[in-house]
């Protein structure tokens, strides 16, 4: 312009789509919209988010637990184990693991080994602080977090005591999901959280668990509603296995056009 300044266009990144996440015993919080409980079997392991190279599983276990200032006692269950697999490296066609635990958080809710994996065959251990590059794949670990990121997915995992705990496990692990870039409308992911990213038009509402204030109460909650099939359906014989009914894993990216984006999240 005549005062001499230059201003140049960029074009826009594709805005993030919304987050989807996963808390307490357990709470589902689909993208775009919708909730739903789920307790899970005691031990097993289910695909919770599958898209193209990218796969997170996750185990549920028991417990028991007081609410409403120990007026309330709860069997429910919590999310102890967060397993990531993806392929990197393109045509190298490399594996890589990562497991977050919460069996290895101690009384100050963090671990040196509460993060672990697999980078080509070698192996890595990482506690507070530690950060592992392997490809396009990155795992960042905090005081008793983890974020694993690859081709515009972010997986945040957490870790929380079990306040008030009457028996089970003494620690539980949050776990969110986040797609950038245009991730989700080139993966349209599955699983029993990963689903709600491809199907921007409509909420997921699922079966809720509702709480008495008092006495003893037992969660029954599958997501019933919500997802795709049966339960059963997301079970997987293990931490890292990619095949289910649903599985994205060996499938390709594909364009697709996503309205609104939104994420998906499961709440207490």
């Known amino acids: ?60 276990e028991e417990a028991s637990f007081l609410l409403h200032n120990g007026k309330l006692e709860v069997d429910g269950s919590f999310i102890t184990e967060a397993h990531v697999v993806a392929r990197v490296g393109g045509a ?17 809710n963090f671990g040196w080994k509460m993060v672990n994996g697999t980078c080509g ?8 602080l530690g950060i592992k590059v392997c490809e396009e794949f990155a795992a960042r670990v ?36 986040s797609g950038h870039d245009g991730a989700p409308a080139r993966s349209l992911p599955h699983g029993l959280l990963g689903q ?26 599958m ?3 919500a997802i795709d099939g049966e339960v059963e359906a997301y079970e997987v014989g293990g931490p890292h296995e990619t095949r289910f009914v649903f599985s994205r894993f060996d499938g390709a990216e594909r364009e697709a056009q996503l309205g609104a984006s939104g994420d998906a999240s499961t709440t207490d």
């Not at 190298?92 to 100050?108: Q, Y």
């Open 196 to 221: 709600a990213f491809s199907t921007p038009e409509h909420a997921r509402v699922g079966k809720l668990d509702v709480y008495p204030t008092s006495g003893h109460f037992i969660t029954s909650a």
């Open 1 to 60: 312009d005549a005062g001499g300044n230059v201003q140049l266009w960029v074009e826009p990144s594709p805005p993030s789509s919304p987050p989807a996440s996963v808390d307490k015993d357990p709470h589902l919080h689909f993208a775009h919209g919708g909730r739903a409980d789920f307790r899970g079997k005691h031990g097993q392991l289910y695909a919770f988010f599958s898209a193209p190279g990218l796969s997170v599983n996750v185990r549920t």
């Open 142 to 177: 905090g005081h008793s977090s983890a974020t694993f990121e690859i081709r515009g997915w972010s997986i945040r995992v957490e870790g929380r005591p079990v306040y008030n705990r009457v028996s089970g496990p003494h620690h539980r692990l949050d776990v969110a999901f």
């Open 92 to 108: 190298k066609r490399k594996r890589v693991t990562a497991s977050f635990w919460a069996s290895e958080l101690g009384a100050f």
């Open 223 to 225: 997501a019933e509603g």
């Open 121 to 128: 065959g070698g192996s890595f251990t990482l506690g507070p």
